[in-house]
């Protein structure tokens, strides 16, 4: 056997195909919505891409000492907010807390309506801050930087934005409070700076750059700031540093810069997302005032947004001890880490999509099928029965051998007249060139074909698993032929026989699940068969019997015979003896066999009584099979279920025991048989070897009657000598008994 035939082989599925246009017309209409939302997925949704998350950590950062923007900002004419414009309009004093209502609140947000009670007499000073010279910091007036900000790491910075402060309020010695508003801070250079890099490498795609897994920064992409409503405020390019003053800031969350933000400030929390694929950026992204930008994995789009977290950011502080109060507003921005992903196409994205879509098509067929075998009326049966095929064992058994029979009939025409015993060769060909002379025109061409397929029909003869190798060159029985008709079909002759051979032993689990009326015609069968063996009693072998005592008789007459023999020569004499010893030993085999057959019909009569238990169990199983086919006929019963469990229990111990019969029954059989064989062996072995000495013993009694006649005659006449010499061929005569009894 090849070793190919033990590899798994190729199923492939069975198809049917409808030859009606309207079903293919709504199958056909059934394709077109999935057809629409697999491009819509795969081409408009991108699912032919992989995303993979780059985590930008955003950084903020500002330099305290740089008072360039601030000297830039002081000579510039940008527009300052007309509340702050106001509030600086105003400022100055002292005024007492109650003098006006706007002084009272801002008195009362300072300290509290209790201190302002126990001590009598305050005023407000207030001013807004400038850029002052190094060599005139002592001002009230003057803005110093470093005091206004207050970075905590790189992801956190305060910028204090309203101060108020004095010192002796509570001895008496200073009633003014010290009020400071930095309107410069519109200038403070704020820096953000971000890294990125993808969690993984790049999915293997045709042509995908490897460098684009490598760590980028905001040197290395568009870095684009965008408000909570989607607005597109600033941009910057690759390598552009990335400044956005507290104005812009404030901006990005949606708020005005004016003096209610500078004097109550706020919190805010910073992040960027880096894009590669224009797919990912916000749909409603305004771009107005500048030029769209398109992302790619070589130059990603990161877009920096601000929400605000708190309205309202400051601190108040009162010390006695120190005789101290002041409080400040202030402007808290914290940054965090982005949860934006690299797009790139991927290769195993596009095969799952691609499987994807032909799961999706089955639907279609799906859909067809079942409008086709329920909604059509009598026509939906005949789709159904094209669709489903119904599979019975009772019925395949039955179309098997009607297909057989009928085969057989047919090709049974074909049989040779000339011989009567078969189709021909010669006979098959002659057919098969009547039915190809309507298929191929050439006269030539049909006949070789013709002999060609009869060929070939004779060689897969020859190569089927039942066994046609002994065929006749020339010549297949039309059995053979329906055979080979049969191959392919659900149920083969091999399963036809199993089917009803009852000396088959089968499993419980076969037998279960077999239908019920071959369950009972088996049943039948078995008792028939039982009845017949018991009706049936064995005689004692007749020919081996016979034949014992016809050995018998025949080795008395020869014992007679020798007896009656009247030697005279010494050498005769001891040929004689070697005759008896030999037919006796000859009688005692004989007795032997007697004695085995004896035996053997003891062994017999053992496996009847095994045979007749094992038909008592067989019955006794048959009864408990047609107690569970009751209960599981009872559906009203409610304690049939135990009951089936435990008669499932005892037949399966049944089939223990009968399996175990079974073996004993076999083992009894096998040691009958070779019994059997050795008796009948050793019987004839010891009636041809009785036979030839017995006419050997007679041949030689006769001889020797002849020769001592002529001895007596001419012994005066002949010489010793001459008597001598007859003694070798005596002794050569004699020769063959001996190796016989050597042998025996």
Known sequence: MAWHSFLPKLTVPKKVVFENGKLNALWYFLHLPLIGYATILFAVQKQYSEVISNSPFLMVNVDPLDAMPYMFGAVSNVSEDPSILSWCAAAGGP???????????????LLTESILSAVPGLSMLSFCTRLCDLDKLDALDCLVPPSLFRPQGSTSLQITTYTAFNQ???????????????????????????????????PYFFGTDPGIAERKTGADAYTVAVTSEEKVLMIFTPGERVIIPPPSIVALAGLPWDATVMLAGGEFYAVVNCYTDGFDLPTALDW?????????????????????LRPASGYKMADTLSDMAQAAAQIRVDTGRGDSFHRLPSLSAIVLNLISLVVLLKFPTILTIVFATNCLGSLSNVYKRAHQETMDISTRVAQLALRLLSDTTILGQLVDPKTG??????????????????????????EILAEDLSEHIFKTLRKMPQGHKNLEEEMAHGSHLANLMSIGQTVNVQDLCAYFDTSRRRSWLEWFTLPSSQRKLLR????REASKQDDTVEPEPSDIKAQASSLSRLSAASSQSEVCVEVSDGEHLLEVQALQNEIDLLIGQ????????????????????????????????????????GIEADDAADVSRAGLATLKKGTQDLEARVLQFEEENVRLSDQIQALHD??????????KELEKETK????????????????????????VSAVRAVSPVRAVRASPLRMQQERT
């Open 288 to 308: 107005s005032g500048h030029s769209t930008l398109e992302p790619s994995p070589e130059i990603p789009v990161c877009l920096l947004t601000v929400d605000q």
């Open 421 to 446: 015993t078969g189709v021909s060769k010669a006979k098959l060909k002659e057919q098969l060139c009547i039915i190809l002379q309507k298929v191929v025109p050439s006269k030539e061409e049909h």
């Open 168 to 202: 002796g309020l509570f001895t008496g010695g200073n009633r003014n409070i010290l009020v400071h508003l930095h309107p410069l801070l519109r200038f403070a250079p704020v820096t953000f700076s971000y890294s990125f890099q993808m969690s993984r490498s790049a």
């Open 524 to 527: 039948e069968k078995k008792t």
């Open 95 to 109: 005024y007492l807390c109650d003098s006006n209502a706007v002084i009272q609140a801002a008195c009362v947000e």
């Open 678 to 687: 050795w008796a009948d062996a050793r019987q004839t072995e010891a009636v």
């Open 590 to 629: 004989v007795r032997t066999i007697k004695e085995r057959q004896t035996e053997e019909d003891r062994e017999e009569q053992r496996q009847q009584e095994v045979e007749e238990r094992v038909q008592h169990l067989y019955v006794a199983m048959e009864n408990l099979l047609q107690k569970i086919d």
């Open 696 to 719: 050997a013993t007679v041949a030689i009694s006769s001889a020797v009657g002849r020769e001592e006649t002529r001895e007596t005659a001419g012994r005066e006449e002949t010489p």
